[in-house]
């Protein structure tokens, strides 16, 4: 029986005090003051790049899961550019210069209209205004059958969270304490009894935890 299609959340970085991201977004700082919390991240792997020299590590395993089995990401307006309000005539094709990581469909989320932006390498960004339900319906027919990534930043992961749509989560929690930023679990509390949780420390510091939605959950 083949395995059926999933929506998850890869390698979400977190501090220890539940902070996924800054409390802002500029050109200058993508992660809003909160880059610390990309500290231990090696991202070669998620990066295609391969270094033979490299030692096969914890952290470096489970960071290569990213992608496998995607078929399209949603993500906030945040991650793809700071910009705010109508989208200026500026020529932004997002963080990542010609090369995006994703090489699928991505939902990029947000209020105002913007014409689709694709790449040579398979990448191409559409513009939705819809709720996180409608998002996933529309997802659903982009991604070929492959499962659906909810890509952040942490207030779009809360919103599919809050309204039971997720169904795996890969969470790498930092052994830092950012006291401020945007929280992951704001008005999310009990929602641990909705999944199986198993943590993985690693030597680095990290802690990984990998959460699995309940199969009674499933039908929510």
């Known amino acids: ?50 270094n033979a020299d490299a030692p096969i590590t914890a952290d470096r395993v489970f960071s290569s899961v990213w992608g496998q089995g995607v078929g399209v990401e949603i993500m906030g307006r945040g991650k793809f550019g700071p910009q705010q309000g109508d989208w200026p005539d500026d020529g932004w094709r997002g963080w990542w210069e010609d090369a995006p990581p994703f090489e699928t469909p991505v939902i990029v989320l947000t209020h105002h209209a913007h014409d689709t932006i694709s790449f040579d390498n398979g990448t191409v960004f559409h513009f939705v205004d819809a709720s996180p339900t409608k998002a996933l319906e529309l997802a659903r027919d982009l991604a070929g059958g492959g499962d659906i990534r909810i890509g952040g930043g942490p207030s779009t992961v809360n919103q599919f969270l809050r309204d039971g749509l997720v169904d795996f989560m890969h969470l790498t929690i930092q052994p830092i304490v950012l006291g401020r930023g945007v929280p992951l679990w704001s008005g999310l509390g009990g929602i641990h009894k909705n999944y199986d949780i198993e943590s993985v420390t690693a030597s680095t510091g990290l802690i990984h935890q990998f959460w699995n939605r309940h199969h009674d959950e499933d039908t929510g």
């Open 1 to 50: 029986m083949s395995r059926s299609q999933q929506v998850r959340v890869d390698l979400l970085n977190v501090s220890l005090d539940g902070y996924a991201a800054g409390d802002h977004i500029t050109l200058d700082e993508p992660i809003g003051g909160a880059g610390e919390l990309f500290g231990n991240f090696d991202g070669r792997v998620i990066a295609g790049v391969q």
